[in-house]
């Protein structure tokens, strides 16, 4: 006998333009496309020709609608926002630094975002530089594969300029550029000309983990270590305390914690600020969606 069709959970945190969604009805690429869309949107006012050039014509953002916006925007927002355009000469997406994206992306977008998987990458050569990349789909989106977004996270210091900040360059402090590169696929987000680039770990989350738990993480660490310091705030540490924040909602396929726990970091050189950035997030609910 065929059953009734009732409105299922997703049709009560459905956003405005989304088709409703019985239980009798499998999730449209339309409606996920538009959550992306509206989730990619607020990324046009930080910079139009990057965002065109990470994004292109898969979104559905007009340029007329940005000239609209364009010529609200001040000087003084432009000149704030913290936007780098580093990794668009070598990465195919949109860099944005953490503080300028939780503060454009707002909890009614991101919501219905979740967390699906995360990876762990080393550079070998040079300075050993490791980021996460992390993949994200929609609340309809039950695949690990369905259509969504990836996110490179990453710490780098901030570029030399001036006499004090070459001193203190010198001891080996620099301001803290937290940055979240972000892409359609997961191929834009690996550096093409480092060949030597080990995988080292990822983990699946088959739970409801939402993109805006990850955001107040990503907050949460940039707010309490603003400083990059190479010998113990740098890019490990950065990831770490990211990869153990998420690790006890989540299910490692490849490698395991051990491989990736910068455990002195955390515990010795920055315990202040480790246990400052431990103790926030243990307030924050990973499963909160708007």
Known sequence: MKRSGTISSFAKQAIHGVAIITENSAPTIEATNHRIDILL???RRINFMDFTSAFGEESSVKRSNHNKLSDSLGSKFRATVGFSSRALERLRGMEVQINTLCNVWKDQDTGSFMLRRIECFREKSGAHHEYLIAKITTDIDSLEDANGLWLRLERRPKT????????????GKFEAHDLVTIA?????????????????????????????????????????SPTYHIVGAHCWFFASV???????????????????????????????????????????????LN
């Open 41 to 43: 949107r607020p990324l």
């Open 160 to 171: 030399l300029d001036g006499m004090r900040e070459y001193v203190s360059g010198f001891m």
């Open 184 to 224: 359609r696929r997961r191929e834009d987000l690996l550096h093409r000309e480092d060949e030597s680039l080990e995988f080292r770990a990822s983990m699946t989350f088959p739970g409801s983990v939402s993109l805006s738990y990850m955001l107040e993480i990503l907050r949460v660490i940039h707010e309490e």
């Open 242 to 288: 990211i990869i153990e924040s998420l690790m006890s909602h989540g299910v490692w396929d490849h490698g395991q914690v051990a491989w990736y726990d910068h455990w002195k970091s955390k515990n010795y050189i920055n315990r202040e600020q480790y246990r400052a950035i431990t103790n926030r997030i243990k307030q924050l609910n990973p499963y909160q």
